[in-house]
């Protein structure tokens, strides 16, 4: 059964940072691709990044320069790295496989705000 388990998530001024974990079971998680995704109130969930089994990275505009994904296969875990967060970075981030998806798991929600 695969299990994802994200964490790390938080409110946080603009301009801040956080780091979000994800660990991943179930899966042969050193052979997957894995993204990031996050839904924000009313709008699609969208994929911010991702990484290749082999850690190619890749990352929609609006991350670009501020986000950084990871993944350390011993651990079966993908972060994220996001820096100089903006109030239109708030939304609940999951992980998953990509591009094809397992069942989603709970997120965690990230807050930009003053």
């Known amino acids: 059964q695969v299990q994802l388990v994200e964490s790390g998530g938080g409110l946080v001024q603009p301009g801040g940072s956080l780091k979000l974990s994800c660990a991943a079971s179930?899966?042969?998680?050193?052979?997957?691709?894995m993204g990031w995704y996050r839904q924000a109130p009313g709008k699609q969930r969208e994929v911010v990044a991702r990484i290749s089994a082999g850690g190619i990275t890749n990352y929609a505009e609006s991350a670009k320069g501020r986000f950084t994904i990871s993944r350390d296969n011993a651990k079966n875990t993908v972060y994220l790295q996001m820096i100089s967060l903006k109030p239109e970075d708030t939304a609940v981030y999951y992980c998953n496989n990509f591009p094809n998806t397992y069942n989603w798991g709970q997120g965690t929600q990230v807050t930009v705000s003053s």
């Open positions: 179930g899966i042969r998680f050193s052979f997957n691709a």
